[in-house]
């Protein structure tokens, strides 16, 4: 016995959806998931639907209605620059766990316990974004939601950016100049040791290293060695 499948319908399957509306009307093409190269190899086909988990293609004239042409290599790629992909449920899931598990990370590595001056575990971590009752954000990658955990978790539990250590090597004659410009960026100044030239040990926040170097380097031609203070 042959089963009757309409002439408008396709079946696909382990397809990733990129969706577009337009006219009133929504269109569909099916990719092969984690496939960004060129036109045949992101698409399963080149065919345009009104709904590809039913199977059902789009009809010719909503085609030429929304796009002006039913060329339909033409419209797909017009749906791959301006739709937007399909996520399912169970995939969303699985995404925001490892989005999760990888903002938790960034914030065990950049972050320390300021009295231990120890790191955080992981799972601790991603415990206290439990009780934070942290939601991730799709679009913010991981590194800018880490910077926005650890003010929140700053307010529940101690916790503080691990300093970076630095070894300036200055030549003394621009040296003790430098110097003053670089103070504002300094937290705790470790040693200073004045020979042929001016050797600093300091610690600073993360966030300064950038300014920092980008002084030294317009300023003199020292050298500038760093490691994260534990």
Known sequence: ???FTPTNQIRL???????????????EIACYKNKVVDLDEVLQTHSVFGNVSKGQVAKKED?????????QTEICKQI????????????????LEQMFRDIATIVAD??????????????????????????????????????????????????????MRLRFILPVNEGKKL??????????????????????ICLIDPGCFREIDELIKKETKAKLLWKRSM
């Open 1 to 3: 016995m042959s089963i």
């Open 13 to 27: 399957t382990n397809v990733a959806v990129v969706r577009m509306k337009r006219a009133w009307k929504r269109f």
């Open 63 to 71: 085609l030429i209605t929304a796009f002006g042409t039913d060329d």
């Open 80 to 95: 791959l620059t301006k739709g937007e992909v399909q996520v399912s449920d169970k995939e969303r899931h699985t995404q």
């Open 110 to 163: 950049k972050c320390v316990n300021p009295e231990t001056k120890r790191p955080y575990a992981v799972i601790l971590i991603e415990r206290a974004m439990k009780d934070i009752h942290y939601s991730v954000k799709t679009i913010e990658s991981t590194k800018q939601q880490a910077s926005e955990v650890i003010k929140q978790l700053k307010e529940k539990m101690k916790i503080e950016r691990a300093h």
């Open 179 to 200: 110097k003053e410009k670089l103070k504002p960026l300094i937290k705790v100044i470790e040693s200073e040791d004045y020979g042929q030239q001016l050797e600093i």
